[in-house]
């Protein structure tokens, strides 16, 4: 059965920062991992996904994520933080040839000013 | 630019009352997926439709709601009758599928239910 773990609820970085959310997964086979953003009442945003090949992945607002096999996790990055990424990010995994997504529980991001 | 709707995006009702929720995928996703979601519980997996067909409605309470897809533009959430431990907000998802397991969701901007 696939399952993604966010072991962070809550997540606090200074403006300028680098930040980091966490995520692992398991999953049968090769997995298909996002992240999503979901900013208060609104519905959640794609940021960017890994298929394949190289293990850094570059999405939107300047976010990347790094797929780490060894380890089954696919952290989210950016190098220096804004207030405005402060939001709940939700990591999923989906297994090939699988029908539904699993999404973790979310970590709640705050970029303090 | 393309993107899922969903209406209302508010409903109060009273316990008992039937409650319809509707969503119009973006043109061309032929998969369609319906979440709950609430603090306790975070992202819950409803339904999924894939070509109108429904794959996987494990997560629905079945003696209460239910989920259709009339045609590819228009997919319904009904609960009846309704229970106050039924409010959340309710998101449908849409994708491109084609055997692309790949392929992101996009969603909707969600349905805000108060059953009092």
């Known amino acids: 059965a696939q399952s993604v773990a966010q072991p962070e609820d809550q997540v606090n970085v200074a403006e300028g920062n680098p930040l980091t959310v966490k995520c692992t997964y398991s999953?049968?086979?090769?997995?298909?991992l996002f992240w999503y953003v979901q900013y208060p009442n609104r519905g959640l945003q794609f940021l960017l996904k890994?298929?394949?090949?190289?293990?850094l992945v570059k999405g939107s607002y300047g976010f990347e994520a790094e797929f780490n096999k060894s380890q089954t996790s696919f952290h989210l990055k950016k190098p220096s933080a804004l207030v405005s990424d402060s939001a709940l990010y939700f990591c999923?995994?989906?297994?090939?040839?699988?029908?539904?997504?699993?999404f973790g529980p979310g970590t709640r991001l705050s970029v303090l000013p | 630019d393309a993107r899922v709707t969903q209406t209302p995006r508010h409903k109060v009702t009273e316990m008992g009352q039937e409650v319809t929720m509707r969503c119009q995928p973006i043109?061309?996703?032929?998969?369609v997926f319906w979440y709950r979601q609430t603090m306790m519980q975070g992202l819950e997996l409803l339904a999924y439709?894939?070509?109108?067909?429904?794959?996987?409605d494990s997560g629905m309470p079945k003696d209460r709601f239910s989920a259709e897809m009339p045609d590819a533009t228009l997919a319904t959430l009904k609960i009846q009758p309704s229970e106050p431990r039924d409010s959340a907000v309710y998101f449908c998802?849409?994708?491109?599928?084609?055997?692309?397991?790949?392929?992101?969701?996009?969603f909707g901007p969600g349905t805000r239910l108060t059953v009092l």
């Open positions: 999923a995994v989906r297994a090939p040839y699988g029908q539904n997504f699993v």
């Open positions: 043109l061309g996703h032929n998969t």
């Open positions: 439709f894939r070509n109108r067909a429904p794959l996987d």
């Open positions: 890994y298929i394949t090949g190289d293990n």
């Open positions: 998802a849409s994708g491109a599928s084609g055997g692309r397991a790949y392929n992101e969701q996009f």
């Open positions: 999953v049968s086979g090769n997995p298909y």
